[in-house]
């Protein structure tokens, strides 16, 4: 009995260091409501006349939301403002010439042959028959993008290939020409690589733009600035003021309500708080205002699970059982009510992300690792941290528990 307990403690105990160790390995990254960051305002623009359609929005949105995680940016906003123009808003950038370029470029990638005066003529194989490209190393070491085309392209490259042995067919990207191969032999399987005078950030920026695709539309910036947090320092400092006062208090009432076994929901508590801390920070995720009322939330759900599980074990002990047999029981009785709860709020948080956008999927993503943290804290360490306290703590009785009469 003793060894398992002890080798559940030592298990509990580990992730509590992991999650202490994720918490405070680097500063958790913080939204644009709280540390500002970029603003971009572009304009559709089309080429040929024709007026710019919902769809080609759409697909604008799309594109310009997957270069912008591209970078390595999280919790971006990207949204249709009028018929015409997209808002974009992205949090804690410090490069923001370096995200306006990724944002600009077309990034069309074409295959174009070499002609004897130095023209080119383009051969009909461009970046949309293009599967996927990565950075590579060159025998020299140094930064190259591979290229794999799809089944179409791949075809169309072989005999392009087999067609022009002899001749240069250049790679341009944007009409600028990146390297001009000479063909030796036909090159079946459609991979190649694009080399030239690449740093290595440059060839993964040529990367991530040939991923997310060129834009469907030819989008024009109309204004950049940097944003300042909406909140400001002074109301984040008195926000953090009020999250310690609040939690000062929790224990207070719970040290009062409950005596010992508040004490140990206190440190359960504290352990809850390290673990979702952890977790956000082990998967980069951006804190944000939503992001501060989903662990709140998780919080009092963390502490409401403590109340049902105590209520249940002062009623035990009332009805004369031991304090050992009244701690099982209690939380074997309250572990349906608790559980039942927090899986209709997993279900909720589900629904969120799958349909919501930016703030919303914050929220929901803080909510489901807080919801999942109390859960763990409620159920597994309040309980080994009690049934440990009374093998190894003499004198913890009715009182304990703040009961004065026992039946």
Do not use: C, H, W
């Not at 004897?116 to 293009?130: A, M």
């Not at 060159?138 to 794999?148: E, N, R, S, V």
């Not at 909720?348 to 859960?375: E, Y």
């Amino acid at each position: 009995m003793k060894k398992k307990l002890l080798i559940e403690i030592v298990i509990v105990l580990l992730i509590s260091i992991g999650g202490m160790y994720f918490t405070f390995k680097k500063q958790m990254n913080l939204g644009l409501d709280l540390r500002g960051g970029a603003y971009i305002l572009l304009e559709a623009q089309s080429d040929n006349g024709k007026a710019i359609t919902s769809d080609d929005m759409a697909r604008l949105v799309e594109v310009l939301d997957r270069r912008i995680n591209g970078i390595g940016v999280a919790e971006s906003r990207v949204q249709i403002s009028g018929t015409d123009r997209v808002l974009v808003e992205i949090p804690g950038v410090t490069d923001t010439e370096q995200a306006v370029n990724m944002i600009g470029k077309t990034a069309l990638l074409e295959f174009q042959l070499v002609e004897k005066d130095g023209t080119l003529t383009n051969t009909g194989l461009s970046g949309r028959d293009l599967e996927s490209s990565e950075v590579t190393f060159g025998d020299m070491g140094q930064p190259q993008i591979a290229f794999t085309l799809n089944i179409n392209g791949a075809e169309r490259f072989a005999k392009i290939t087999r067609d022009n042995i002899g001749r240069e067919l250049a790679i341009t990207l944007d009409g600028e020409i990146q390297s001009a191969p000479r063909i030796n032999t036909a090159i079946p399987g459609g991979r190649g690589v694009i080399s030239g005078n690449y740093t290595l950030e440059e060839a993964k920026s040529f990367s991530t733009l040939l991923n997310a695709g060129a834009l469907p539309v030819r989008a024009e910036i109309l204004e950049t600035r940097s944003v300042g947090a909406t909140l400001g320092k002074t109301s984040i400092e008195a926000s953090i003021m009020a999250g310690k006062l609040a939690i000062g208090l929790i224990i207070a009432y719970m040290i009062i309500m409950y005596k010992f076994p508040g004490l140990i929901a206190s440190i359960a508590l504290i352990n809850f708080g390290i673990i979702v801390f952890g977790v956000l920070n082990y998967i980069d995720a951006v804190l944000t205002l939503p992001g501060i009322a989903g662990f709140i939330l998780s919080l009092g759900m963390a502490v409401d699970a403590n109340v049902i599980i105590f209520e249940r074990i002062k009623e035990e002990i009332r009805n004369g059982q031991s304090i050992i047999k009244s701690v099982d029981a209690g939380f074997k009785k309250a572990f349906s009510a608790i559980f039942d709860s927090n899986i209709t709020t997993l279900i909720m948080t589900t629904i969120l992300f799958s349909l919501g956008t930016g703030p919303v999927k914050g929220f929901a993503v803080t909510l489901t690792i807080g919801t999942i943290a109390s859960m763990f804290t409620a159920i597994i360490v309040t309980k080994l941290l009690l049934k440990a306290s009374l093998l190894y703590i003499k004198g913890i009785n009715a009182k304990s528990f703040g009961i004065k009469e026992v039946a």
